[in-house]
């Protein structure tokens, strides 16, 4: 009988000793996967919480985070069964409901997404995760009243958060009623002025308003509270590609990917820097990563246009194409569809993708060229304006094809009608700036610099942040020789934008007109500092250093933009063929300077100027035979020029033709 109970005792302990040895063993393995996530290892991860759900099946903590580790590896399908596990173990299990609805959310499944929310307001009414989902897809879908109902009774069940607020402000934001933003954003200031989200809104209204620095601040308060927080460091590198800092923007998207390796927004943030600095190749090696991650519309638009700026423009289609299948509303790739259709003279798919783009933004300027350029290279400038006459009668409110009839009319000369037909949309929307921009270009060919200048004045006055509508008033100003007006508007867009490199230029062009020559090589200095690969800056300082005879400097100057354009593969003979003069008035490296006056000829072979380059550079060279033969030829085509000919008869005076040398030196005179 004793016997029996100590078996049976001892049975017990053994079967109590092997429970926990099994229990040890899954915790062993979870905490090893935790530790792996902690080190960013996550394809070790995955084999850890695996294990631990193998010793133990129904682990709802080990289904989750090996759920979190394929998110994080990219791999949606499998991540999105875990969590549908960890839930269905642990039905209050409210962090992987959480990860359900932000899947079905980021597969636009937003039905699905909002019925997981309503299941986590059940056990949770005042979830913040799940309010900003739901609050979301209701500000997509522009149900507004249902965000504004949802808001109103968060604030109720829990005063202190400031998620209501924000998501108020936004939706006020995209609604464009200012006044009523501001007050969300205020009211949550009110309740945690140093919340590292309530900063970060707030500095997003000023970058939409266009004021950078104090954007900026606001971004950089953000950090001071949280140094990782993702959404201010977004920002600042936003701000950094546009105002031209693309290096800085380059390098702390590579940063913030060590701490979030599988982030889409900092991968575009990395993609467009790349991109400005016409580093195509890495750009494209960045897309692919990025779509591994997240095969977005946007992510095989990236790659497109990294692809085209590679040349590699049937592979760019593809990718644009497969940009537009999943997003039909992505109208930049629709856009770069269409040009790269123009390109190839496939009109009318050209068009076709003009107007999926009018069709959702009717007012698209770029949208609206592309078509116009379309039309008329299809056919007859008078069919097309046929054809748009009718339009606008049988909709006399469609405000694109108005615009597109004005700007045919103004294609073919027709001023007068073109003005005519903008002021129509001007008088149903009096600060549109596609009409404000077509009737100044109207008066400008009519010479008309008072309706030019007072139309475009209007358009800055209505549109106070626009770069474009100050441009095009300096270039009115410019024109119309009033040079300090128009340098004051240019300084004004450079307060907008520090880094607009064309401001720099226009600025440095006019000093030039004004015989200001040091104020211009202090604009075109400038110009160089903010991107010191621009060649158009270098060459214009070269330019100026050889028309002041500072031939070391302008030497120097050419040779940078010939390493440029080189670089980036862009083709001017002037670099080339200002260069091969200059070493060859000097006499030096003649051998450099044929080879840089051949290469001024291949890209334009008959122009006078550059014919005659090369054939100075034979003279220099003693190839008196080549230097008449090539002269001879120039002079055939171009008789009146008269360095031509004066180097035509210095050439035949070399090689003893004096009869010849004397009536070409006479024709030079």
């Known amino acids: 009988m004793n016997n029996n109970k100590f078996m049976i005792k001892l049975l017990f302990i053994f079967i109590f000793i092997s429970g926990c040895g099994l229990s040890s063993k899954k915790e062993n393995a979870f905490d090893q996967g935790m530790l792996y996530v902690k080190n960013r290892r996550s394809a070790e991860a995955v084999g850890s919480f695996k294990k631990a759900i193998q010793l133990d099946p129904e682990f709802a903590d080990a289904h989750y985070y090996l759920g979190l580790t394929y998110k994080d590896l990219g791999q949606n399908k499998l991540a999105i069964e875990e969590f549908r596990k960890?839930?269905?173990?642990?039905?209050?299990?409210?962090?992987?409901?959480?990860?359900?609805?932000?899947?079905?959310?980021?597969?636009r499944k937003f039905e699905e997404s909002i019925q997981t929310c309503?299941?986590?307001?059940?056990?949770?009414?005042?979830?913040?995760?799940?309010?900003?989902?739901?609050?979301n897809i209701y500000i997509f879908q522009k149900k507004y009243s249902e965000v504004i109902e949802l808001s109103n009774k968060i604030k109720k069940?829990?005063?202190?958060?400031?998620?209501?607020?924000?998501?108020?402000?936004?939706?006020?934001?995209?609604?464009?009623?200012?006044?009523?933003?501001?007050?969300?954003?205020?009211?949550?200031?009110?309740?945690?002025?140093?919340?590292?989200?309530?900063?970060?809104?707030?500095g997003a209204f000023l970058l939409a308003e266009k004021q950078i620095d104090k954007a900026l601040i606001e971004f950089k308060n953000a950090l001071k509270t949280n140094p990782s927080f993702l959404p201010a460091n977004l920002n600042i590198a936003r701000i950094y590609n546009m105002t031209g800092k693309y290096d800085q923007?380059?390098?702390?998207?590579?940063a913030l990917l060590k701490i979030y390796p599988n982030n889409p927004s900092l991968y575009q943030i990395i993609i467009m820097g790349l991109i400005f600095k016409a580093k195509y190749k890495e750009a494209v090696e960045y897309s692919w990563k990025m779509i591994e991650i997240s095969p977005s519309s946007n992510a095989h638009y990236l790659l497109g246009i990294s692809l085209q700026g590679s040349g590699q423009e049937?592979?760019?289609?593809?990718?644009?194409?497969?940009?537009?299948?999943?997003?039909?509303?992505?109208?930049?790739?629709?856009?770069?569809?269409?040009?790269?259709?123009?390109?190839?003279?496939?009109?009318?798919?050209?068009?076709?993708e003009g107007h999926k783009i009018l069709d959702k933004k009717p007012e698209d300027l770029q949208a609206q060229n592309m078509l116009l350029n379309a039309y008329i290279a299809k056919g007859n400038i008078d069919m097309v304006i046929d054809e748009f006459k009718k339009k606008v009668k049988d909709d006399p409110k469609s405000i694109r094809s108005i615009l597109t009839l004005s700007s045919l009319y103004l294609k073919k000369g027709l001023n007068e009608e073109s003005i005519k037909t903008a002021k129509k949309v001007i008088a149903v929307d009096p600060n549109n700036m596609v009409a404000q921009t077509m009737i100044s270009l109207a008066a400008l060919n009519k010479k008309d610099f008072k309706l030019a200048a007072s139309n475009m004045e209007k358009s800055v006055r209505t549109n106070p942040k626009s770069v474009s509508a100050r441009m095009n008033l300096a270039s009115i100003y410019e024109l119309q020789g009033k040079y300090d007006p128009a340098i004051k508007i240019?300084?004004?867009?450079?307060?907008?934008?520090?880094?607009?490199?064309?401001?720099?230029?226009?600025?440095a062009n006019i000093y030039i007109k004004k015989k200001n020559i040091d104020k211009a090589i202090y604009y075109y200095e400038k110009g160089v500092s903010i991107e010191p690969k621009s060649p158009?800056?270098?060459?214009?300082?070269?330019?100026?250093?050889?028309?002041?005879?500072?031939?070391?400097?302008?030497?120097?100057?050419?040779?940078?933009?010939?390493?440029?354009?080189?670089?980036?593969?862009?083709?001017?003979?002037?670099?080339?063929?200002?260069?091969?003069?200059?070493?060859?008035?000097?006499?030096?490296?003649?051998?450099?300077?044929?080879?840089?006056?051949?290469?001024?000829?291949?890209?334009?072979?008959?122009?006078?100027?550059?014919?005659?380059?090369?054939g100075f550079v034979y003279i220099q060279m003693g190839n008196y035979e080549e230097a008449s033969n090539v002269l001879k030829t120039a002079v055939d085509h171009l008789p009146k020029h008269p360095s031509l000919r004066y180097h035509l008869g210095l050439s035949y005076s070399k090689l003893g033709k004096k009869d010849k040398a004397k009536q070409e030196l006479q024709a030079a005179l």
């Open 86 to 107: 960890a839930a269905g173990l642990k039905p209050d299990f409210i962090d992987a409901k959480l990860e359900i609805a932000r899947m079905y959310l980021s597969e």
């Open 118 to 135: 309503k299941e986590i307001f059940e056990k949770k009414p005042a979830n913040i995760p799940a309010f900003n989902i739901f609050a």
């Open 157 to 202: 069940i829990n005063p202190d958060s400031v998620e209501p607020y924000l998501v108020l402000a936004e939706m006020y934001r995209k609604l464009k009623e200012k006044d009523k933003a501001k007050k969300e954003v205020d009211s949550a200031l009110k309740i945690s002025p140093k919340h590292p989200s309530v900063l970060t809104v707030k």
């Open 249 to 254: 923007a380059i390098a702390q998207g590579k």
């Open 314 to 352: 049937e592979q760019a289609m593809n990718e644009l194409k497969e940009a537009v299948k999943i997003d039909p509303d992505n109208s930049a790739a629709h856009y770069n569809i269409g040009m790269l259709y123009l390109k190839k003279e496939l009109y009318d798919q050209a068009l076709l």
């Open 490 to 507: 240019l300084e004004e867009v450079l307060k907008i934008n520090e880094k607009y490199l064309l401001a720099y230029q226009n600025i």
């Open 536 to 614: 158009p800056f270098h060459l214009a300082l070269a330019l100026i250093y050889e028309s002041q005879g500072k031939t070391d400097l302008a030497i120097k100057k050419y040779e940078e933009t010939i390493k440029l354009i080189e670089k980036v593969k862009q083709t001017s003979p002037i670099p080339y063929n200002n260069l091969a003069y200059l070493y060859a008035k000097e006499n030096k490296n003649l051998d450099k300077a044929l080879k840089y006056a051949l290469n001024a000829i291949i890209i334009s072979p008959k122009q006078g100027a550059i014919l005659d380059t090369l």
